[in-house]
């Protein structure tokens, strides 16, 4: 969520959307009848980039001020490759187990009866099966 509204400011000229309230639009996103139990986010700590982790430990400092908000941690691995053009070997950060824990917690909920409403901000299709699971096994809560 976090990348993906700073590249809506980068590409797309939309406003700074980067300290955006999650509690505040759950709020006012669910359905009057409904009652706001926790937003879920998840992420993982940034490692080797002092300036971004100090970054992220303001933005997840400001998450946890917000009351209802939960944080679950996933972690980045280190990939290699190798670029042909340069003849260069190279490293980048990959975050593993974010969308895991979503699909995992989502799917928990469900069998012990603690959601009747889930709403899931993302862009990783990784997370449809779990979502279709809950949907086929529990029609009772909406996704």
């Known amino acids: 969520m976090y990348h993906g509204l700073c590249d809506a400011v980068k590409y797309n000229g939309y406003g700074d959307y980067r300290w955006l309230n999650y509690q505040k ?68 950060p990959v975050e593993k187990r974010t969308d895991v824990n979503l699909a995992t917690q989502l799917l928990v909920d469900a069998f012990q009866g603690n959601v009747e409403c889930a709403y899931i901000v993302s862009a990783d299709s990784d997370l449809i099966p779990a979502i279709e699971a809950v949907r086929i096994n529990f029609p009772n809560i909406l996704v």
Do not use: C
């Not at 970054?55 to 679950?72: C, S, V």
């Open 25 to 92: 639009l759950a709020e006012n996103t669910i359905r009057p009848y409904q009652d706001l139990i926790w937003v879920m986010y998840f992420t993982a700590r940034i490692k080797g980039n002092a300036k971004k982790q100090k970054h992220q430990n303001d933005y997840l400092e400001a998450l946890a001020m917000q009351p209802k908000i939960k944080t679950y941690y996933g972690n980045y691995q280190v990939k290699q490759s190798f670029d042909r053009t340069s003849g260069q070997h190279y490293t980048y």
